[in-house]
């Protein structure tokens, strides 16, 4: 079945970098375009990133807009989110998921980014 | 880009039907048919329940539906079950740099 399984989350203090990844399987990754959506703690959900099925298309949220990179390498099944100069404010579970608009719609459990001193 | 406007919180008794509201723009909701309703318990991540405006993918109850009127889509929940207590979220297409935005989210409460 299809899955999507995040890892790379934890704590960081406030300034430093942390990359998250998404290991996919079940499906064919390389023929779809993957999102990351964050939810802060008691928060609703908010759009972050989403990169095309090839890699050469990106888009952002204004938010994250020059301090996180989404980048995939579809030999490994695999999505990644860099993240840098992190703020207090991008505390929060970040999920990968496929098609957030379609009937194809998958999620992955999320892991937790902590940004704190 | 700003979220889409959903009521807080909105309360039903079992059997009951309730009617959850999301309001956008001409630039989003209004725009296009790319709708989306999720249900998010606790601790849980966001599942599916209606696409494309009005679409049920498969496995989702009936008792869930979807619509849309210029800039505001609806979710109803027909005989309202117990489970179905969650929150729930909107999400749309935007056609912009930012080009996916979600609702604000409703806390549905059944009495």
């Known amino acids: 079945q299809v899955q999507l399984v995040e890892s790379g989350g934890g704590v960081v203090q406030p300034g430093r970098s942390l990359r998250l990844s998404c290991t996919a399987s079940?499906?064919?990754?390389?023929?779809?375009?993957i999102h990351w959506v964050r939810q802060a703690p008691g928060k609703g959900l908010e759009w972050v990133a989403l990169?095309?099925?090839?890699?050469?298309?990106?888009d952002y949220a204004d938010s994250v807009k020059g301090r996180f990179t989404i980048s995939r390498d579809n030999s490994k099944n695999t999505l990644y989110l860099q993240m840098n100069s992190l703020r207090a404010e991008d505390t929060a579970v970040y999920y990968c998921?496929?098609?957030?608009?379609?009937?194809?719609?998958?999620w992955g459990q999320g892991t937790l980014v902590t940004v704190s001193s | 880009q700003s979220a889409l406007t959903q009521p807080a919180s909105v309360s039903g008794s079992p059997g009951q039907s309730i009617t959850i509201s999301c309001t956008g723009t001409?630039?989003?909701?209004?725009?296009?048919?790319?709708v989306s309703w999720y249900q998010q318990h606790p601790g849980k991540a966001p599942k599916l329940m209606i696409y494309?405006?009005?679409y049920r993918p498969s496995g989702v109850s009936n008792r869930f539906s979807g619509s849309k009127s210029g800039n505001t889509a609806s979710l109803t929940i027909s005989g309202l079950h117990a489970e179905d207590e969650a929150d729930y979220y909107c999400?749309?297409?935007?056609?912009?740099?930012?080009?996916?935005?979600f609702g604000t989210g409703t806390k549905v409460t059944v009495l």
């Open positions: 998921a496929r098609d957030i608009v379609g009937g194809e719609s998958e």
């Open positions: 079940g499906f064919t990754f390389s023929t779809y375009a």
């Open positions: 990169i095309s099925s090839d890699g050469s298309t990106e």
């Open positions: 001409s630039n989003d909701v209004g725009g296009y048919k790319y």
């Open positions: 494309d405006v009005s």
């Open positions: 999400s749309s297409y935007t056609g912009s740099s930012a080009p996916y935005v």
